[in-house]
C-alpha cells in the first residue's frame, strides 16, 4: 500500500483516536496517538496569565517527539495512522496565544515542522455540534467540557476551511461526515485501498 502514513483529523469528541485504532488493525500498521495529559491545562482553563503559551509548547514538544520518534519505529511497519495532523497545532495556537506568545510560538513551530513530512492521506471527520458536546461533557468535568468545546467548535472551523481550501497537508485527502460505525469503517478501508492503488 503506497500510503504509509495516515492522519486522520476534525473537532475534538469527534472519534479520532478510535477510528485510528481501527484503522490501523485493519491495516496491519502502527498508531500514533495523541498525548491528552498536559500540565498546564488546568491553569489555562483558570485563566492564569501565560499559561496559554505553556500548554501549546507542551502539545507541540509532544507531537515533534512522537512524530520524529515513528520515523524510525515506521521502518519496521507498513502504514502509520495518526490521530492528528501535525499542523492543527497552529490552529489552536493563533485562538488561544496572544501576539506576543505567537511570535515565540510560530519561531518554535517553523523550528520543528521541518522535520515533519506531510502524511500521504487525511481524513477529516466532523460531527454535528450537539453530539460533540455531549460527547465532552461525558468525557471531562463540565467547566473543562465546555471550554474544551468552545474551542473544538473554533478550531473545527478554522481546519475544516483549510481542509476544504485544498491546504497541503497531504497528498490525498477524504472528507467523512458523522460518527462512523462499523459498516462505514470497513468502506472507508476499501476506498483507502482503492486509492492507493491509483
Known amino acids: 500500500m503506497p500510503f ?27 498508531t500514533i496517538l495523541e498525548e491528552r495529559e498536559n500540565p498546564f491545562l488546568a491553569d489555562f482553563y483558570a485563566g492564569r496569565a501565560g499559561a496559554g503559551l505553556q500548554a501549546q509548547l507542551f502539545y507541540l514538544l509532544n507531537r515533534h517527539q512522537q512524530q520524529t520518534a515513528q520515523r524510525q519505529a515506521s521502518l519496521f511497519s507498513q502504514v502509520t495512522v495518526c490521530d492528528y495532523v ?5 490552529i489552536f495556537a493563533y485562538l488561544n496565544l496572544d501576539d506576543n506568545e505567537l511570535f515565540i510560538y510560530q519561531r518554535l513551530y517553523d ?3 521541518a522535520d515533519i513530512p506531510s502524511p500521504d492521506l487525511v481524513i477529516y471527520l466532523q460531527a454535528p455540534t ?5 460527547r465532552l461533557r ?3 468535568a463540565l467547566r473543562e467540557a465546555e471550554r474544551g468545546h468552545q474551542v473544538g467548535e473554533r478550531s473545527g472551523i478554522f481546519f475544516r476551511r483549510a481542509f476544504e481550501q485544498g491546504q497541503s497537508f497531504a497528498q490525498h485527502a477524504f472528507g467523512c461526515i458523522g460518527l462512523l460505525g462499523n459498516v462505514e469503517r470497513i468502506a472507508l478501508v476499501g476506498e483507502i485501498r482503492r486509492a492507493a492503488r491509483g
Request: no cysteine; proline share 2%; charged share 30%.
Open 4 to 30: 504509509r502514513s495516515i492522519a486522520i483529523d476534525g473537532p475534538i469528541g469527534v472519534g479520532k483516536s478510535a477510528l485510528a485504532e481501527r484503522l490501523a488493525a485493519r491495516l496491519d500498521g502502527s
Open 86 to 90: 501535525f499542523d492543527k497545532d497552529k
Open 111 to 113: 523550528l520543528l515542522a
Open 138 to 140: 461525558a468525557r471531562a
Open 130 to 134: 450537539e453530539v460533540l458536546g455531549a
